[in-house]
C-alpha cells in the first residue's frame, strides 16, 4: 500500500522544493539585514502625513445594531511594507462547492524576528442583502466575497505582528491628516462631501441625520466620519443603505393633509 507522500506529483514535489528554499533564503536575507527601527519610524511618519493614505486608512461596517470602525486593510500594508522583513498574504486551502464555504488562511510572518500570526478560517459562499443571505455560486462572486473576508482576517493578523507602539502612532498621524484636510478650507471639503455623496444618491438631509447636526455646524471631525463611510461603502464594506438608512416618508408628507384628530 503506498502512503500519501509517494503519490505527490512531479510538479508538486519541485513546488514544494522550491517554496522551502524560498522560505530558508528569505529567513537569511532578513536576519542578514535587519530592520533600522528610526529609519522605519521616521518612513511611517512620512508617509501617514499623506492625505493619500490617510483618507484610505480606516474603514466602517455595520454588524448587527453597532457601526464597527478601524484601522484598515491598506494601512496594515503599508505599515508592514515600511516596517519592513515582512511576508503576509491569504491562501485559499480548499473550497467546498456542496456545503457552500471555502478554507482560508490569512496570515502575517516576521522574518527577521521569526513571529507569526496567522488564523485559519472557514468563508461561507454567503453575502447578506436586504432581503436576508444569498447563497453565492457565481465564481467571481465567491473569489470577491473570499478576498473580502479574507483581507480583514489579514488585517488582523498584521497589525497582531507589528509593534503596538508602530501602529498607534500611525493611526493618531493618519487621524490628524484628515482632520486638517488636503489644504482646503472646512467650506471646501464640506460641499466636496455632499457632492460625492450626492452622486451615489445620498441625500445632505440623510448626512444631517447621520451626524445629528445641520451642515452649517459640521466641523472637522464630521467631515473625517463622512470620509471614511464615504470609502467604505465604496470598498463594499458596508452598503449605502446600511450607512444611510432611507427616510420614511410619512402619509401626510405624501398627501399634503395633516392626519385626523381623533
Known sequence: MTSPASRIGQSTAIEMSRAEAE??????????????????????????NQYA???KAFFSYRRGGDIITGPSIHLARELALIYGNVQHGTME??????????????????LQRNSRSSQIFIAPHIRDTRNGKKDLTDLRDVYENNANLGARRLREAIFAMLPAW??????????????????????????????????????????ETKLGRSQDRWNESDVVELQVIFQSVAKGEMTRDEAF??????????????PAQQ
Open 93 to 110: 486551502l480548499s473550497r467546498d462547492t456542496t456545503l457552500g464555504q471555502s478554507e482560508i488562511l490569512a496570515y502575517a510572518w516576521d
Open 53 to 55: 493614505l490617510a483618507e
Open 166 to 207: 508602530y501602529t498607534a502612532e500611525a493611526i493618531s498621524i493618519c487621524q490628524e491628516t484628515l482632520a486638517k484636510g488636503n489644504g482646503e478650507t472646512l467650506e471646501a471639503r464640506v460641499k466636496q462631501a455632499i457632492d460625492e455623496y450626492g452622486r451615489v444618491g445620498v441625500t445632505v438631509q440623510q448626512l
Open 23 to 48: 522560505v530558508k533564503a528569505a529567513v537569511f536575507i532578513a536576519q542578514q539585514s535587519p530592520r533600522n527601527i528610526e529609519t522605519a519610524q521616521a518612513e511611517m511618519r512620512f508617509a501617514c
Open 245 to 258: 438608512p432611507p427616510l420614511r416618508v410619512t402619509a401626510s408628507e405624501i398627501t399634503g393633509q395633516e
